[in-house]
Nanobody, 120 residues
Framework: QVQLVESGGGWVQAGGSLRLSCAASGRTSTRYAMGWIRQTPGKEREFVAVISWSGGWSSYADSVKGRFTISRDNAKNTVYLQMNSLKPEDTAVYYC?????????????WGQGTQVTVSS
């Protein structure tokens, strides 16, 4: 089992920045990819970004490409999401996910989510 705990969410004005963190504990020896998924009320979950265990490969949703950067520090069992040039449409609950395959609907493990609110 892997436990994921997100932090770093909050309120920010449009154009601002936030950095989300996700700390993993438990069975962290497994070489999982990790990623971020977000969801707003009434909408389906949306894939945001994913990074391989080594950090050598990452992928982003078109809606965040060029503004968000995913990274990880395996020594700290932590993955980060640096979010710049935030827009009101980025407002959502952001979930950390871990597993061999991560999509908006599929992952082996999920965090509890952290709220990000971007005001115009």
């Amino acid at each position: 089992q892997v436990q994921l705990v997100e932090s770093g969410g909050g309120w920010v004005q449009a154009g601002g920045s936030l950095r989300l963190s996700c700390a993993a504990s438990g069975r962290t020896s497994t070489r999982y990819a990790m990623g971020w998924i977000r969801q707003t009320p009434g909408k389906e979950r949306e894939f945001v970004a994913v990074i391989s265990w080594s950090g050598g490969w990452s992928s982003y949703a078109d809606s965040v490409k060029g503004r968000f950067t995913i990274s990880r520090d395996n020594a700290k069992n932590t993955v980060y999401l640096q979010m710049n040039s935030l827009k009101p449409e980025d407002t959502a609950v952001y979930y950390c996910a871990a597993g061999p395959l991560i999509t908006s609907a599929q992952a082996d493990y999920w965090g509890q989510g952290t709220q990000v609110t971007v005001s115009s």
